[in-house]
């Protein structure tokens, strides 16, 4: 695609291509990253009897906390690779960096975590009655 600020790359606009691009960087976050291969586990884990029990807003929002995380863990994992390629010494200016968008990371992932368990108490009676 035709970056246009840089004026590099090709003309048009190609969705089927950025779809294919998407899903190379997830697989590659999944199976590189352990961090985003367990947390997507745990979602889909309470997601399915959240599903089974037709709680559909409850679905929504832990499809919706889990995307955000992983966004964040992505966004995390992209910064400190550049970090890392910048400057392959210690340097205080880009543990700085690391921090803040480890910290980005980290609220998220709080977050993820409340929903999950407040999800997780909402459906356990149904789990447990059956």
């Known amino acids: 695609m035709k970056n246009k600020f840089l004026e590099t790359g090709e003309h048009g606009y190609h969705p089927l291509r950025k779809f294919k691009i998407i899903l190379s960087g997830l697989r590659f976050a999944v ?3 352990f961090s985003v291969l367990y947390k997507i586990i745990i979602s889909i884990l309470i997601l399915i009897p959240v599903m ?3 709680e559909w807003v409850d679905a929504s929002l832990i499809i919706l906390a889990t ?3 992983i966004s964040a863990e992505v966004f995390n994992t992209a910064i400190e ?3 890392d390629f910048m400057e392959t010494r210690y340097n205080e200016k880009i543990k ?3 921090d803040i968008a480890a910290a980005a990371a980290g609220i998220t992932i ?3 975590i409340a929903v999950l368990t407040i ?3 909402k459906v356990s009676p149904h789990i447990t009655a059956n």
């Open 110 to 112: 709080f977050t993820w």
């Open 96 to 98: 700085i960096i690391k």
């Open 52 to 54: 089974i029990y037709k």
């Open 119 to 121: 999800e997780l108490i």
């Open 67 to 69: 995307g955000v995380m």
């Open 31 to 33: 199976l590189h990253d």
């Open 81 to 83: 690779a550049i970090c």
